[in-house]
């Protein structure tokens, strides 16, 4: 397990430095935090909270970092959409609280485990819908 871990860490830090070496691209950017994103899927999946925290932690830094600030997407976004740039930061304000919720809940001890489980899920399932939901308003699928 923490073999995977550490190779899942490499790919995502060599995937961040080729990125930062060519400047910002919405697909690659798009990519790491879909992959980040699976790691915190993975955790739950393997009822591994230690694991699911940290995916969590590292998809919340990568995502501030992608659509935390409106400047950035707009130079990421082609022309004639960067208007819609505050609709990926409102995004990432919403996902943020789902985030914050999942830690929340997964670390309260007083919670039975299956409350546990079903809330921080449910939180992660919100946070896909709020990835779809930006994508289906910003994207052009042609």
Not at 53 to 80: C, S, V
Request: net charge positive; hydrophobic share 40%.
């Amino acid at each position: 397990m923490l073999k995977k871990v550490l190779v899942s860490g490499l790919i995502t830090l060599s995937l961040a430095t080729s990125v930062n070496a060519n400047g910002f691209d919405l697909k690659t950017n798009m990519d790491m935090l879909l992959a980040t994103f699976n790691g915190v899927q993975k955790g739950f999946l393997t009822n591994d909270k230690k694991s699911t925290l940290a995916a969590l932690d590292r998809f919340q830094k990568e995502m501030n970092e992608l659509l935390g600030d409106q400047k950035n997407i707009e130079k990421l976004l082609p022309a004639d959409i960067k208007h819609k740039a505050s609709m990926a930061t409102n995004t990432a304000t919403s996902i943020n609280q789902y985030a914050d919720e999942i830690r929340t809940i997964l670390l309260d001890k007083n919670m039975r485990m299956i409350n546990r489980q079903n809330r921080s899920q449910k939180a992660f399932v919100n946070i896909q819908k709020q990835c779809f939901r930006c994508h289906n308003m910003v994207r052009d699928w042609e």
